[in-house]
């Protein structure tokens, strides 16, 4: 019996691999899943407060998950989508937002790198033709998801400081990315992607490119394609259009608008709460703006 030694442990120790080769798998599967759940059950939520005081503990989560899988691509996406949910709709202070926002970018750059090493090298290039150029040969259909949460943390991390002219410099990588969405797929995330393409128009000055007239269109557009459902593209278009345009009586509609809708839409709920919350926060801050 001693000869079918070698064999047994030979076989124990192909059995164990293989139950540890499926445990990691398994693992894999779930992280892959809560960060997909996480972020579905965050955006159905209707208590602010709650999430605002919940998020932290499940970001730390994705930090762990991350530092034990860190080329996952859907978990580096999940990751940058919370954190910039948390910062863009939780944190007041600036600092504290731009440190945030930063991890969100940065986790989705990673993520972006982790699907496709090709796009990664995108990022180290100063040439902004060969990015047009690569964005539109090699971003499809089945790229959109991932391109909208890079593209949504880049504008968050413009938004935390854009006064920064560096950051500033990024403005048309950023476009090229949400017109590439936009191209693909316009009813994507409810139309924010449209709404993100307004908030560009109106951030900036004509002299630099930006266009606020065509902002509006961009916004009006995006709250048409969920038949108004959908309340921050006329928060986004109150802050960041008519501000600009110095239009109160457009501005104060907007809000009014936003603060008399339901709120509590499937998929929406949570991102409505916070359009509605943000609305009451212009219309106090509107009587010293205009």
Same mark, same amino acid.
């Given at each position: ?20 080769? %499926? ?11 809560? %960060? ?11 208590? !602010? ?29 999940s990751a940058a989508r919370l954190y910039g949910t948390?910062? /863009? %709709? ?20 990673? /993520? ?27 971003v499809g259909a089945k790229d959109v998801d991932a ?7 880049? !504008? ?68 048409? !394609?969920?038949? %108004? ?52 926060e212009l219309v106090v801050s509107g009587k010293d703006?205009?």
């Amino acid at each position: 019996m001693s000869h079918m030694r070698p064999i047994l442990r030979s076989a124990a120790l192909a059995f164990v691999l293989s139950t540890l080769s %499926g445990c990691a798998m398994f693992v894999q599967r779930a992280a892959d899943g809560l %960060g997909a759940g996480l972020t579905q059950g965050v955006s159905n939520h209707d208590d !602010v407060d709650t999430v605002a005081a919940g998020l932290p503990a499940y970001l730390l989560l994705l930090d762990g998950l991350i530092e034990g899988d860190p080329q996952n691509p859907a978990l580096l996406l999940s990751a940058a989508r919370l954190y910039g949910t948390y910062a /863009g %709709g939780f944190v007041a202070d600036a600092e504290r937002a731009k440190r945030l926002s930063d991890r969100s970018f940065g986790y989705a750059r990673r /993520g972006i790198c982790a699907r496709d090493a090709a796009f990664c090298k995108q990022f180290d290039s100063n040439d902004f033709d060969a990015f047009n150029a690569f964005v539109a040969a090699n971003v499809g259909a089945k790229d959109v998801d991932a391109t909208y949460t890079l593209a949504s943390s880049w !504008v968050g991390w413009l938004r935390a400081d854009s006064a920064d002219w560096n950051r500033v410099a990024d403005l048309p990588r950023i476009e090229t990315l949400l017109n590439r969405v936009n191209e693909l797929s316009p009813a994507h995330d409810h139309g924010n992607v449209l709404a993100y393409l307004g908030v560009l128009d109106c951030l900036r000055p004509q002299s630099l490119g930006g266009n606020p007239e065509r902002g509006q269109q961009r916004m009006q557009a995006a709250a048409a !394609v969920d038949n %108004g459902r959908n309340l921050l593209p006329k928060v986004l278009d109150a802050e960041y259009c008519q501000r600009l345009l110095f239009d109160q009586e457009a501005h104060d509609r907007l809000l009014a608008e936003v603060q008399a809708a339901d709120a509590n839409i499937p998929g929406l709920t949570l991102s409505n709460t916070i359009a509605k919350r943000r609305a009451a926060e212009l219309v106090v801050s509107g009587k010293d703006y205009f």
